[in-house]
């Protein structure tokens, strides 16, 4: 079993920042991608940020230039870095990890979320 805790969400301004963090524990050999992603009320799940092991980044179009994501692999810990926020970044925020766990299995596992409001 592999656990994803967030933290870091709550209210902020429009324009102010936030910061996210989400450690992974449990059975992890490795953790090859680490990412956030969020679900508006009455909308789908999306893509947020997601980075590999390797440092390598990919972002939705509506966060690129004011969110960053990074991770510590010694921690296997992920953050999200949110800057210039709005009120429709306004979203419960997930994280997610895939991997390989001491069975050799594949793991795609995922927090329990993190509440973010911006208020205009």
């Known amino acids: 079993q592999v656990q994803l805790v967030e933290s870091g969400g709550g209210l902020v301004q429009a324009g102010g920042s936030l910061r996210l963090s989400c450690a992974a524990s449990g059975s992890i050999i490795r953790i090859n991608r680490m990412g956030w992603y969020r679900q508006a009320p009455g909308k789908q799940r999306e893509l947020v940020a997601t980075?590999?092991?390797?440092?390598?980044?990919n972002y939705a179009d509506s966060v690129k230039g004011r969110f960053t994501i990074s991770r510590d692999n010694a921690k296997n810990t992920v953050y999200l870095q949110m800057s210039s926020l709005r009120p429709e970044d306004t979203a419960v925020y997930y994280c997610n990890a895939v991997g390989l766990n001491y069975d050799k299995l594949e793991f795609d596992s995922w927090g329990r979320g993190t509440q973010v409001t911006v208020s205009s």
């Open positions: 980075i590999t092991s390797g440092g390598s980044t």
